[in-house]
Structure formats: structure tokens, C-alpha cells
């Protein structure tokens, strides 16, 4: 019952600026923390930066400065702001979320949630 869905993929010019939002939906008691990753074709799914629930973040080195991560609580959304994209910033990007959920009777379970993945396309 639980969803996160991504948005704002595509095509841009090396240089360019998207915007890509995530939006957790279901049963959720809590977000404790939300993040993206990305794979590009033949590489491990890497992490390009992750928030916790207090608003701490972590970059990886390859997108400081030209990343941004925020959240949104009350709308259960997370956002990547890609500024100054490169080529080798192509890739599927994934929201993942670290969630409190509730299962019904009262129980509740944490776990980690997956996103379907966006393209992100830069050409050079």
C-alpha cells in the first residue's frame, strides 16, 4: 500500500537544471529519513544524497555544490534540485525512503522503500 512515485526526469543539455520530486503515499506513519541514488548502465547503484528526519543531509562529493535535497513533511515529498548538470550525471535517479508504517491491528513496521526510478539524461 505503501508508494513513492518520482518525477521530473528527462533530456538536458550539459549545463542544465532538473527538478525531480518524490512523493510517498500509503499508510505512513513517519519518514524518518528519504534520499536519492542513482545506476547508470554497467555501475552499481550509488548514492547521490540523503536527508534524515531532523533535516540532515549527505552528499555524495561528485554532486556538492551543483545538488540540492529538501523535503517537504507535511506533503510527504522530497525533492533533488540538479543544477549545472554533466554528462556522467545520467543515469535512472531512485527515491528511497526509510518509513514507519502502519500494517493494521495496530502493529506498525519500519522498512526501506524503492521508488520505480526517472531517467536523467544529459547530453553533452
Known amino acids: 500500500q505503501v508508494q513513492l512515485v518520482e518525477s521530473g526526469g528527462g533530456l538536458v543539455q550539459a549545463g542544465g537544471s532538473l527538478r525531480l520530486s518524490c512523493l510517498a503515499s500509503g499508510t505512513i506513519l513517519s519518514i524518518n529519513a528519504m534520499g536519492w541514488y542513482r545506476q547508470a548502465p554497467g555501475k552499481q547503484r550509488e548514492l547521490v544524497v540523503h536527508i534524515t528526519n531532523g533535516g540532515s543531509t549527505n552528499y555524495a562529493d561528485s554532486v556538492k555544490g551543483r545538488f540540492t535535497i529538501s523535503r517537504d513533511n507535511a506533503k510527504n515529498t522530497v525533492y533533488l534540485q540538479m543544477n549545472s548538470l554533466k554528462p556522467e550525471d545520467t543515469a535512472v535517479y531512485y527515491c528511497?525512503?526509510?518509513?514507519?508504517?502502519?500494517?493494521?491491528?495496530?502493529?506498525?513496521?519500519?522498512?526501506?522503500?524503492w521508488g520505480q526510478g526517472t531517467q536523467v539524461t544529459v547530453s553533452s
Open positions: 528511497n525512503a526509510d518509513l514507519l508504517t502502519a500494517q493494521g491491528m495496530g502493529i506498525t513496521r519500519r522498512d526501506d522503500y
